[in-house]
C-alpha cells in the first residue's frame, strides 16, 4: 500500500487534460487519484478540431475507436472569402491525412470526446475520480506530495509523486508555481453556438458553401469557422471579433451588436447568423504568461491551459493538452529515480513545440484577418498553391509522434 502512495498520481481537473493525463499514467503503471472541483461532469464549451498528433494519441490510449462513433472526419480545411464566398484555398483532409500523417484528422463536440475519456477512465481499476472536490493546497514531503482537498464541505488529505494541475485556463492552482497566476484577457472573444444541420441557420451555412469540411470564412478583424460534430448532425460555429471581458466563464452573454457589426461585410448567408441572439454565448479568450514556470522541484505540473493557454488561431488547444499529458507520463516514466529531472525534461521540450504552435496561432490571426494589400497578398499566395504544398506546411504539427509507449 506505501509503495502505490508513493507512485500515485495525484490529478486537479478531470476534463480533457486531465482524464487523458490520468489514461496515460495509469497505462504506465500508476495508481492515479483525479479531483474535479464541478459536482458532476456536464456538457461544456462547443466543437473541437482534434488533428492527427491528437487522434495518434488518443489510439494509443485505446479512446479514439469509441470516439469516432460521434466525431467526424472533414475531407478538407477551406478557407473563403466572408464577403463573397470565394474558395481562396484548401488542406485535404479525409483518407489523405490519415495516409499522410498516419492518424485521422476529427471534429467533434468537446463533450463527446470527454464522455469518451470519462468512458475509460472508469473501466481503469487504477483510477478513483472524486467530482465536487477541489485542491486547495499543496505540502512537499520526502516521498512527493499531500495535497489539501475540499469536498462536500469536508477537508481532507490525499498523498502521491506528484500532483498535475489541469485545471484549465482560470487555474486556482497556478499560484503555486506562478508569481503571477491570473490569466490575461486578450481582447477578443469567441461567440459560440451549435445548429442541427437540418436548421435554418444549417441550412444557411449550406447555402455559403459549408459541405463536410472545416470552412473558415476570413473578413478584416474577422472570421468565422464552422464544422460538422455530432456525427454530421450538427454543425459547430465559432465567429472571433474584437470584445471586452466578461468574467471567467465559458458560457457570457455580450451585446451582439459587436458580433453584426464585426460581420458587416459578410455575405447574407453568413450575416443572417447573427439575427439569432438568444443562440449565442461568448466566451472570452484569456491567455498566460508565456515565461512563467509550469513546474517545481516539489513536484508540480501544469499541463494544457493551466500553464501555457493561448488564443485558439491554430485549433490546437485540445491537441496540446493532449499531448502535455502523454509526455508527462513517459518523461516521469523515462526517469524512474529522479523526478525533478523527469519535469525538467518535460518542461524545456514541451515550450519548444507550444512555443512554435502559438507562433503558428498569431500568423493564421494576422492573415486571416488581414486587409487590404495584405489580404491580396493572402488570396495570391493561397490560390497559387496547390492543397498537397498547403498540406505539407503542417509536416510539422500533425505528423509529431510521441516516443514508443514503454510497458
Not at 471534429?107 to 465536487?132: F, N, S
Not at 449550406?206 to 470552412?215: K, N, R
Request: proline share 6%; aromatic share 6%; hydrophobic share 50%.
Amino acid at each position: 500500500m506505501a509503495e502505490a502512495r508513493a507512485r500515485q498520481i495525484i490529478i486537479a481537473g478531470a476534463g480533457v487534460a486531465g482524464l487523458t493525463a490520468a489514461l496515460s499514467f495509469a497505462v504506465r503503471g500508476h495508481p492515479v487519484r483525479i479531483f474535479e472541483r464541478a459536482p458532476r461532469l456536464e456538457e461544456v464549451g462547443a466543437g473541437i478540431q482534434l488533428s492527427p498528433n491528437a487522434t495518434r494519441i488518443l489510439d494509443r490510449l485505446g479512446v479514439l475507436s469509441s470516439l469516432r462513433q460521434t466525431a467526424v472526419r472533414p475531407d478538407a480545411v477551406v478557407l473563403r472569402d466572408a464577403s463573397s464566398l470565394a474558395e481562396l484555398g484548401r488542406v485535404p483532409l479525409g483518407a489523405y491525412a490519415e495516409l499522410r500523417w498516419k492518424a485521422p484528422y476529427l471534429t467533434a463536440h468537446r463533450a463527446d470526446l470527454q464522455a469518451a475519456l470519462l468512458a475509460h477512465v472508469e473501466r481503469e481499476p487504477g483510477i478513483e475520480l472524486t467530482t465536487g472536490a477541489t485542491v486547495r493546497d499543496i505540502a512537499p514531503h520526502p516521498l512527493g506530495v499531500s495535497v489539501v482537498v475540499d469536498s462536500t464541505g469536508r477537508t481532507t488529505t490525499a498523498s502521491g509523486m506528484m500532483l498535475v494541475a489541469a485545471d484549465g485556463v482560470w487555474s486556482s492552482l497556478r499560484r503555486l508555481t506562478c508569481a503571477e497566476p491570473a490569466s490575461r484577457f486578450s481582447g477578443q472573444v469567441a461567440w459560440r453556438r451549435t445548429v442541427r444541420a437540418d436548421s435554418a441557420a444549417g441550412r444557411a451555412l449550406a447555402q455559403a458553401g459549408v459541405g463536410g469540411s472545416v470552412t473558415a470564412f476570413l473578413a478584416p478583424g474577422f472570421h468565422l469557422i464552422t464544422y460538422p460534430v455530432r456525427a454530421g448532425a450538427a454543425l459547430n460555429i465559432v465567429a472571433f471579433t474584437p470584445g471586452k471581458a466578461i468574467g471567467e466563464t465559458w458560457a457570457g452573454n455580450l451585446d451582439i451588436g459587436i458580433l453584426k457589426r464585426s460581420m458587416r461585410r459578410a455575405a447574407p448567408a453568413l450575416l443572417s447568423l447573427a439575427d439569432d441572439i438568444a443562440e449565442w454565448t461568448v466566451w472570452p479568450i484569456h491567455t498566460v504568461r508565456a515565461n512563467a514556470p509550469w513546474t517545481t522541484e516539489q513536484g508540480i505540473a501544469l499541463i494544457g491551459d493551466a500553464a501555457h493557454a493561448m488564443p485558439p488561431y491554430a485549433a490546437q488547444g485540445a491537441a496540446m493538452a493532449i499531448e502535455d499529458a502523454e509526455m508527462l507520463a513517459g518523461e516521469v516514466q523515462a526517469h524512474p529515480d529522479s523526478l525533478k529531472a523527469a519535469l525538467a525534461a518535460w518542461e524545456t521540450e514541451r515550450r519548444l513545440r507550444i512555443e512554435r504552435v502559438a507562433r503558428q496561432g498569431r500568423l493564421n490571426r494576422f492573415t486571416w484577418h488581414a486587409a487590404g494589400p495584405a489580404a491580396l497578398a493572402r488570396n495570391l499566395f493561397l490560390r497559387t498553391r496547390r492543397p498537397e504544398k498547403l498540406a505539407a506546411r503542417f509536416d510539422w504539427l500533425y505528423g509529431w509522434t510521441p516516443p514508443p509507449l514503454k510497458l
